[in-house]
C-alpha cells in the first residue's frame, strides 16, 4: 500500500495534478493511504467519508432515486458519487468507493465483499465492480483501498 501511495503522489506531483475521494466502506482508509506520503498536500485535495445515504445525497447530491432504486451499493451510486465528487472537488482525478465490507449488511444479491471503485481523469470515467472474499471487514477495506491505488496508478501513468 505505501509503495503504490508513494509512486501515486509523486506521478500526480510531476503531472500536476490534484486528486479526490468519495469513501463509504472504506471510511477514509484511501485518503489516509495518499496523506500518509511526504507531499501528498501538493496533489490530495478532499477526502470525503459519505457513509449513510443521507450524506450522500445532501453532501455529494446523489439523488435519492438512484439509492431507492439500485441501493447506495451500485454501481449506479458509484458513478452519481464520482460525477458529483469532480464537480465539488475540481481535481483532474477523483475516485469513489461505496461496498459492503461487513460482518453484516450482505444479502443474496449483494453480499458482504461487494464493492464498487469509480474513478474518473478529465473525460475518462470508469466503475469497476469486485467481490472480495469474506475474510473479514478490514481485510475487505484494506483490499478495495489497495484495489483503488492500483486503478488510480493505470489510470494516471
Excluded at 471503485?117 to 478490514?138: A, C, E, P, Q, S
Aim: charged share 20%; proline share 2%; glycine share 8%.
Amino acid at each position: 500500500m505505501k509503495k503504490l501511495s508513494n509512486k501515486i503522489v509523486k506521478i500526480l506531483t510531476k503531472k500536476k495534478l490534484k486528486i479526490s475521494f468519495a469513501e463509504s466502506c472504506t471510511g477514509g482508509m484511501l485518503s489516509s493511504a495518499i496523506t500518509s506520503v511526504s507531499g501528498s498536500s501538493k496533489v490530495f485535495t478532499l477526502g470525503l467519508v459519505a457513509y449513510s445515504n443521507q450524506s450522500k445525497n445532501s453532501v455529494l447530491k446523489i439523488p435519492k432515486k438512484i439509492i431507492r432504486i439500485y441501493g447506495a451499493v451500485s454501481y449506479e451510486t458509484c458513478l452519481s458519487m464520482v460525477k458529483n465528487l469532480s464537480k465539488i472537488a475540481k481535481t483532474g482525478v477523483s475516485v469513489s468507493i461505496t461496498g459492503i465490507a461487513g460482518p453484516k449488511g450482505g444479502t443474496r444479491g449483494k453480499p458482504v465483499g461487494l464493492v464498487y471503485i469509480g474513478i474518473k481523469k478529465d473525460n475518462k470515467t470508469l466503475v469497476k465492480k469486485h467481490l472480495f472474499k469474506n475474510k473479514g471487514r478490514l481485510y475487505i477495506q484494506k483490499t478495495a483501498v489497495n484495489k483503488s491505488l492500483d486503478l488510480i496508478l493505470s489510470f494516471i501513468k
